[in-house]
């Protein structure tokens, strides 16, 4: 459930017209709603309230620093995959207690930048990560509870880009490996163990996977406790899917989520670490975008945007759906037509969706992309020039910029000339 709804035949956040929106801040640009972020939130931790637990908001997902500092005031921990991340949710207020610090590729500086900082645990992904995080500690004279990722080779059955927990993928230590490297671990000054991290894939729209996954983290709990180690914390991850389009099959609730993990884990009595992004921040945000031009093509009638792949390169990097609805909602029994939705970017690739049925729209017409949430601001770049596009937040019948629009000065003034040229 989202709150972005049709009211008196336009579309609304909360209690706010969009079109109110897009008349002072333009278009295009990202309007989040305070209410769903919550309700997400809420979800996931009501789901897990039979057990002491902490939802670790993936950052990646949605990093403002506004949404972090709403979040985080709500009692969620963070999950993060780099120094910026991480200095994103201090910036936010967020204590070290409350940060997890995950990603197959930390440097040395961001260890020492959390370590410095404060941190809850390191989800360590290899064994020379392992070495390289003990010196760290050591060099500092702290110790890092830490967990290991492991790789449970399942298969998430979601798009192959964003699917992680299979053999051949990059993430995490192979499970059957797992004991040897806790027992490395025992060895090494600066790092103590305290639970086991997994986390298979994104846009799951089904619990089987995490079910396979989360019975061999229990197999495993066990195992590491029979060698003698303390395993107290388990971090599920992150991953699970949203509906985006009304006619998909709907994924499960986190009500359901948070049984299964009390079914597969919950005897264990550790505590429960998840690290949803997805479901939190995807339905809570749309992208405004207005036409452009209508373009009649070869067979075809061509919806030419003021947003781009830039803006929002889901489409074009995962062949992902966006359901695209017009400001002004259609009158009952308009017509459709079938039109091409693309942005200005010199190339065919930047393509929202082909011979998608919409309203008649014109020139000066604003539309919405639904579900855009999550790795929609996070993932966009200047690409042909194009400043990054503002985002705005609602709470109720209030709204504020939560980033600026760069001016092209601006935009322009991070780059020098030396002065040899
Ligand atoms: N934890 C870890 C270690 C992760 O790698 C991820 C996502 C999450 C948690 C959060 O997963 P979520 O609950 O959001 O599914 N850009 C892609 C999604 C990439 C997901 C990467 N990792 C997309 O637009 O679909």
């Known amino acids: 459930m989202d709150h972005f709804l049709y009211r008196d035949g336009e579309l609304f956040a909360e209690d706010v017209p969009l079109r109110e929106i897009a008349a002072q801040v333009g278009t295009p640009a990202y309007v989040y709603s305070s209410a769903t972020l919550l309700r997400h939130y809420r979800l996931f931790d009501e789901a897990l309230s039979s057990m002491p637990h902490l939802v670790c908001y993936a950052v990646k997902a949605l990093s403002n620093v506004a949404i972090l500092k709403l979040l985080g005031d709500a009692g969620a921990g963070m999950d993060v995959v780099s120094g910026g991340e991480y200095a994103r949710a201090k910036a936010a207020g967020v204590p070290g207690e409350r940060i997890v610090f995950s990603g197959v590729g930390k440097t040395r500086e961001e260890m020492r930048m959390v370590l410095e900082g404060g941190i809850r645990q390191v989800n360590l992904e290899s064994e020379p990560e392992m070495l390289a995080l003990s010196e760290v500690a050591a060099e500092l004279g702290v110790e890092v509870p830490v967990t290991v990722r492991v790789n449970p080779d399942v298969d998430a059955r979601t798009h192959a880009k964003i699917a992680t927990g ?10 059957a490996r797992a004991r040897e490297v806790y027992a490395e671990i025992a060895q090494l000054p600066g790092l103590k163990a305290v639970g086991i991290d997994v986390h298979i894939g994104s846009q799951l729209v089904e619990l089987a996977p995490f079910e396979q996954a989360y019975r061999k983290v229990a197999e495993l709990t066990e195992a590491l406790r029979a060698d003698g180690h303390t395993i107290e914390r388990l971090d599920l991850g992150g991953g699970l899917g949203i509906p985006y389009t009304r006619s998909n099959e709907v994924p499960p609730l986190p009500t359901d989520y948070g049984a299964l993990i009390e079914r597969t884990v919950g005897h264990l009595g550790c505590e429960i670490e998840i690290e949803p992004g997805r479901l939190v921040a995807g339905n809570a945000g749309i992208l405004l975008s207005s036409v452009i031009y209508v373009k009649s093509g070869e067979g075809r009638d061509f919806l030419i945007l003021d947003s781009a792949m830039n803006d929002l390169i889901r489409p074009a990097m995962y062949d992902a ?100 040229l």
């Open 166 to 175: 299979k053999s051949e993928n990059k993430f995490g230590i192979p499970i």
């Open 321 to 420: 759906w966006h359901d695209i609805v017009p400001l002004i909602e259609p009158a009952a029994g308009t017509q459709s037509q079938p039109y091409d939705i693309v942005g200005p970017i010199c190339e065919s690739g930047d393509t929202f969706a082909r011979a998608r049925p919409m309203p008649p729209l014109s020139a000066g017409d604003i539309v919405a992309f639904r579900s855009a949430g999550a790795y929609g601001a996070v993932m966009s770049s200047e690409y042909n020039s194009r400043p990054l596009i503002p985002e705005v937040l609602v709470n109720g019948d209030q709204f504020a910029v939560i980033r600026q629009r760069p001016t092209y000065e601006e935009m322009i003034a991070r780059d020098s000339i030396p002065e040899w």
